[in-house]
């Protein structure tokens, strides 16, 4: 016997949460199949570690990251539980520490200290990312760049603004960028982070890419007290408590389709099947693998192929006794201080990001225990998929280069560490305690896209509307280059879109539509 909804969800990344959630609040009746995605963390060896380290920028204010907070009540909640961190974090490189601070001044100040010949080149460029993150937040508030279906893309793309036409222009054009020299450390330093908190790929970003990541980001970082799913986890209560049915380690086997409608999702383990009126797409993984051979329209294949996952975070995590910690790390770090030309067929060393977690114990029984005498160092570094995907080889030399880089900046590290983890070794995890079902892609846990065709203003690529007259998608290469901001604005706009979708079918749905023409 099936059980019917108003919407189904596939999937549990944060934008699905969010429309799920404001669908919820609106009186719609929504099921959320998690898909086997489930959670931010894994197990290994009975240490609970996190799947890639979160770096949450302080300023969460784009105006749909406001409407989104507000409507699932959690402006106050994120008040309470969110810490600032202190300094935001750091950038090492083999001769310098700086501590970057929230107050701008103080980031100066620092950076003066530690490059002095770059004082006024370093305060133009924060000048200039400021005003152009100012012009972007304007911009944002009247109209996301959303990707359009057929003919009106290619309007869009006719009828840019200046403003627009500014945006979607090259960053590394910017006479304050030029001015950084591309050789110099400063550089990597002030750019590279943009790597870690996008989801589109950062060699050539667009002026609303590059200002709308890295601006908040240099305006400090929290972390939510108390939770290590940080974000996410609390998008999830909030949808829960909203009235959202969330089904934990659920695997959708096929999806069901009459023509260009979808009717079924069909679930793994005997549960019983879910039917709805509407779908939001949400997985990590293609959607058109769900479906038979049959029901395969060319049209929706293409549509999936829009938006390419070719980049992605190499993720080791390590634990270690507390003591291994110097005096002054930061929680937070982005390190240069690796080979700047490569050895033995290897690349040079990357920008690395370090993240420092409580370390957790998980019992025989699920219960979870801190470990005051341990912590986690998880460490990031970004690459390209077809590199290391399914070659092990090269996934041992980048555990080998991620682990020597780390040590130059955590003294006795070796002899000091626990455990060790890398998180695409998916066979080395530990079978979830309660024997749930797990269905997790780690290259596709920090995507970085890339569009068949040029992206949106630099930051949009796929479309919400699909083939399917029933089926919005709400995944993050909808507005990859716009990072946590893009899955809030995705998740708002798909919830919108569902709605304008329904029209008189759903009376008093309690949804604002806008008419973004997605």
Avoid at 82 to 108: C, G, K, M, W, Y
Avoid at 141 to 159: D, E, F, K, M, Y
Avoid at 439 to 465: A, K, N, Q, Y
């Amino acid at each position: 016997m099936s059980e019917h909804y108003d919407v189904a969800v596939i999937g549990m990344q944060p934008a699905g949460l969010v429309a799920a959630g404001i669908l919820a609040r609106a009186g719609r009746r929504v099921v959320l199949v998690d898909h086997g995605e489930q959670g931010q963390t894994y197990q290994h060896r009975g240490w609970r570690l996190p799947l890639a380290p979160a770096v949450l920028p302080e300023r969460l204010e784009g105006p749909q990251v406001k409407r989104v907070h507000e409507v699932l009540g959690l402006t106050q909640e994120l008040r309470t539980r969110a810490v600032s961190l202190t300094p935001a974090f750091q950038l090492i490189t083999p001769r310098h520490r700086v501590d970057i601070a929230a107050e701008r001044e103080a980031q100066l100040a620092e950076l003066a200290r530690e490059f002095p010949a770059q004082v006024e080149v370093t305060r133009r460029f924060f000048v200039d990312l400021d005003v152009l993150d100012s012009e972007a937040g304007t911009l944002l508030g009247r109209r996301l760049p959303l990707v359009s279906r057929g003919a009106w893309s290619r309007i869009c793309s006719r009828l840019m603004t200046g403003r627009e036409r500014l945006l979607g222009a090259a960053f590394q054009e910017r006479a304050s960028v030029a001015a950084l020299d591309e050789q110099d450390l400063l550089r990597t330093l002030l750019l590279g982070p943009l790597a870690f908190v996008g989801h589109l790929d950062d060699r050539a970003p667009s002026t609303l890419h590059a200002a709308r990541l890295l601006a908040p980001l240099f305006h400090g970082v929290m972390e939510v007290r108390d939770d290590p799913g940080g974000l996410t986890a609390l998008l999830l209560t909030a949808a829960e408590r909203a009235g959202v049915e969330v089904r934990r380690q659920t695997i959708v086997r096929e999806l069901s389709t009459r023509g260009r409608r979808l009717t079924t999702l069909i679930l793994e383990g005997g549960a019983a099947p879910v039917t709805a009126d509407y779908f939001l797409g949400n997985a990590a993984e293609p959607l058109a693998e769900l479906l038979s051979a049959r029901s395969r329209p060319r049209a929706f294949l293409l549509e999936e192929q829009r938006a390419q996952p070719t980049g992605s975070l190499f993720v080791v995590n390590i634990v270690a006794k507390q003591e291994v910690i110097p005096r002054g790390m930061a929680k937070i770090a982005f390190v240069v201080n690796g080979r700047r030309s490569g050895r033995e067929g290897d690349p040079a060393d990357d920008l690395l990001l370090v993240r420092r977690y409580n370390a957790v114990r998980v019992g025989s029984g699920g219960e979870l225990t801190t470990s005051p005498e341990h912590v986690v160092l998880c460490a990031a570094t970004p690459v390209r998929t077809a590199e290391v995907a399914h070659t092990p080889t090269r996934v041992a030399r980048l555990r080998t280069q991620v682990l020597e880089q780390l040590e130059r900046v955590v003294p006795f590290l070796e002899q000091l560490t626990v455990d060790v983890s890398v998180v695409s070794d998916t066979a080395s995890w530990d079978v979830d305690s309660n024997g749930g079902a797990r269905r997790v892609d780690p290259w596709r846990l920090h995507p970085r896209f890339e569009g068949v065709t040029p992206p949106r203003l630099g930051v949009g690529i796929r479309p919400l509307r699909t083939y399917f007259k029933n089926l919005v998608h709400c995944g993050r290469d909808v507005l990859p280059g716009l990072g946590l901001e893009g899955e809030y604005a995705t998740g708002w706009s798909a919830a919108q879109l569902l709605g304008k979708l329904a029209g008189k079918a759903w009376t008093a749905t309690g949804i604002t539509i806008a008419d973004d023409r997605s």
